[in-house]
């Protein structure tokens, strides 16, 4: 009898970069659990590379939404206002990039992900960052997994520019906010679910804040038609999920169980065409 091998096309997840959008995502992630979701690939930005690479470790869902829900500005935060002033003095203007070591942080996922690589997950994850040595936006797709978020976490001016090694990396997202490219290319990938965080709030009064922004987006809204005109190529359907939550910061976490369920909510929504073959 002659045997016929057809190799099997599988459905990735992207979660993309988001101010505190860590509470969208675990939402979403909570949503594909119950709906019996299991992406083959997952890749994340900033926020997005957080949940997605506790996910891809196997995290349970109910101890990652414990986790998140559980955040205290005092988790994360460094310093007073006096000493956030005298930083800068203190370190210099030359040698001063951002209020955050990323310490804490790090402190905080350490009992969770130990010391894992990232090439040592169960579902294989690839993590974007903006490499500022370089010049260029990367997928890591190996090394350690929590020196890896935190470079994909350092939003400008908040945190301090990570360096790995002889490199130095900030956000992800402000390269590429949701980093699809290689699973386009991903012979094994037919389906790519995209879950994208958009919060209710407008630009922002601050003239440098709401620049800044704007030029971000601007470069996501030029790379967005490039990735679908590569997705139409290579015959990958593309399934963009966005939930819009109320505005989160280190003083508004109390927004975060909302913002929770409504990541929860959407993967339900869609649940039909998520779970859908390409």
Not at 156 to 173: C, N, R, S, T, Y
């Amino acid at each position: 009898m002659v045997q016929i091998h057809v190799k099997k096309k599988f459905t990735a997840l992207t979660l993309n970069s988001a101010f505190f959008g860590f509470y969208a995502h675990a939402g979403f992630a909570k949503g594909l659990s119950e709906i019996g979701f299991h992406p083959s690939k997952i890749t994340g930005c900033s926020s997005g590379a957080l949940i997605g690479s506790l996910v891809a470790a196997g995290i349970p869902v109910d101890t990652m939404t414990d986790l998140i829900l559980g955040l205290k500005k005092k988790d994360f935060w460094e310093g007073n206002l006096i000493t956030n002033f005298v930083k800068p003095i203190r370190k210099g203007i030359k040698n001063y990039s951002g209020i955050l070591s990323g310490k804490k942080i790090r402190d905080l996922l350490r009992p969770h992900l130990g010391h894992k690589k990232i090439e040592e997950l169960p579902v294989p994850m690839g993590i974007s960052v903006s490499n500022i040595t370089k010049q260029i936006r990367e997928l890591k797709t190996k090394g350690d997994l929590i020196d890896q978020i935190l470079a994909s976490m350092t939003f400008p001016f908040l945190f301090e520019i990570q360096k790995l090694g002889e490199e130095e990396f900030i956000d992800g997202g402000v390269a590429d906010q949701e980093p699809i490219k290689e699973l386009i290319l991903d012979k094994s990938i037919k389906k790519i679910v995209v879950h994208s965080v958009r919060t209710k709030k407008g630009p922002s009064e601050k003239a440098v804040v709401r620049a800044f922004h704007s030029s971000v987006q601007i470069i996501e809204n030029e790379t967005r038609e490039l990735k679908e005109m590569l997705a139409k190529h290579y015959k990958k359907q593309i399934l963009r999920i966005e939930t819009v939550t109320p505005y989160i910061d280190a003083d508004r976490l109390s927004h975060g169980k909302e913002a929770l369920e409504d990541g929860r909510k959407s993967a339900h929504h869609w649940k039909k065409k998520i779970l859908s073959p390409a």
